[in-house]
């Protein structure tokens, strides 16, 4: 049964935009008490969307960024990385590309080295946008998660905000 599955899955992603890439590496889905878990350790509601996404798959290894789950922040590798990205934003001016300062940001996907990632963030002015992609020096601001998932596999489909000055 498992190398029907692959198979299936090989076959999928043959023909699909994304290439040669690897197919995503789905995981089990996340129960509403890891969601009001993970919820509670980002500071913030979590964007329905995103909570959606986590009740289907609790995390995502999609083409170089990791989309972590509740599970990742029970320790390993990928949540360091993530943290440790987060350490490192925050010791920027956030103030240059429209975050206001003391601004909650969690770290939702990073890429493993730690040089790009996606937050959730929210901010106290009502700004619509709850997500922001960042890394080598890009910055973009996303309204909603599917928005983030639109944009990863076609950077040309969707024009996200660069600054929320």
Not at 33 to 57: C, H, K, M, N, P
Not at 131 to 148: H, M
Not at 151 to 165: H, K
Request: net charge negative.
């Amino acid at each position: 049964m498992a190398q029907l599955i692959s198979r299936r899955v090989r076959e999928y992603f043959y023909d699909s935009p994304f290439g040669e890439s690897p197919p995503p590496v789905i995981c089990s889905p996340a129960t509403q008490e890891e969601l009001a878990v993970l919820e509670s350790r980002s500071g913030q509601i979590l964007e329905a969307d995103y909570r959606e996404f986590l009740s289907l798959t609790d995390g995502l290894e999609f083409r170089f960024l990791f989309f972590l789950g509740c599970h990742d922040w029970e320790g390993g590798e990928i949540a360091e990385v993530a943290e440790a990205f987060r350490e490192t934003v925050l010791e920027c001016d956030l103030v240059d590309v429209g975050i206001p300062s003391g601004t909650p940001i969690f770290p939702i996907a990073v890429d493993r080295d730690g040089s790009w990632g996606v937050f959730l963030i929210d901010i106290a002015e009502n700004a619509e946008e709850r997500y922001w992609w960042t890394g080598e020096g890009d910055n973009f601001f996303f309204t909603g998660f599917a928005d983030v998932l639109t944009f990863l596999g076609d950077p040309g489909s969707f024009d996200p905000r660069e600054t929320l000055l």
